[in-house]
């Protein structure tokens, strides 16, 4: 059974920083790109990043490039966000996905809430 | 940056009624469409992806259709659990993975 278990959220001020974390289980991790995405208070979805699973290549949304940081680490089937110089609107629900096909994301975490507020 | 353009925003249907939901690309991205549900309180679920094909384990009355700029999902008979708000999302590229803004299908 494949499950995504996010952790590292919290309350942070503005200007600081933050990593979560997602660990993988139940499926080859190595194999699959992953992405984060987030949901603001009462809100849509939003792509944040996606890593590939080849060459770990990092791809971000033009609203967090230059603050945030995927990663991956392929011996622990975990992917990381690093997230710096949060804002106020990067508030929101943090969810870890699969991307097996190159876009579409099939499995889903239960999200990890970020608030930045002082 | 690739735009989607998804409606309506919100719906009221009955149990057994037909409703589709549209969403439009800014340009052409090919099939490259999914479909998710989200309830209130939990993480999306993957529906339909490459425009039509329906994820495994996904009921049949879901489907999905077209292709280029303009795309639509179709809940045939809509059942109780079916309430729930509904995104699009394209992958054109890897760069750009832009949800639609979601419809929210109610009673």
């Known amino acids: 059974e494949v499950q995504l278990l996010e952790s590292g959220g919290g309350l942070v001020q503005p200007g600081g920083s933050l990593t979560l974390s997602c660990a993988a289980s139940g499926f080859t991790f190595s194999n699959d790109a992953m992405a984060w995405v987030r949901q603001a208070p009462g809100k849509g979805l939003e792509w944040v990043s996606t890593?590939?699973?080849?060459?770990?290549?990092?791809y971000y949304s033009d609203a967090v490039k230059g603050r945030f940081t995927i990663s991956r680490d392929n011996s622990r089937k975990t992917v990381f966000l690093h997230m710096a110089s949060l804002r106020a609107d990067d508030t929101a629900m943090y969810y870890c996905?699969?991307?097996?096909?190159?876009?579409?994301?099939?499995?889903w975490g239960q999200g990890t809430l970020v608030t930045v507020s002082s | 940056d690739i735009q989607m353009t998804q409606s309506p925003s919100s719906l009221s249907a009955s149990v057994g009624d037909r409703v589709t939901i549209t969403c439009r690309a800014s340009q052409s991205i090919g099939n490259w469409m999914a479909w998710y549900q989200q309830k209130p309180g939990k993480a999306p679920k993957l529906l339909i992806h490459?425009?039509?094909t329906l994820e495994s384990g996904v009921p049949s009355r879901f489907s999905g259709s077209g292709s280029g700029t303009e795309f639509s999902l179709t809940i045939n008979s809509l059942q109780p659990d079916d309430f729930a708000t509904y995104y699009c999302?394209?992958?054109?590229?890897?760069?750009?993975?832009?949800f639609g803004q979601g419809t929210k299908v109610e009673i």
């Open positions: 890593i590939s699973s080849i060459a770990n290549r990092p």
């Open positions: 996905a699969r991307d097996p096909r190159a876009g579409d994301l099939d499995y």
């Open positions: 490459k425009a039509s």
């Open positions: 999302q394209q992958f054109y590229s890897f760069s750009q993975r832009t």
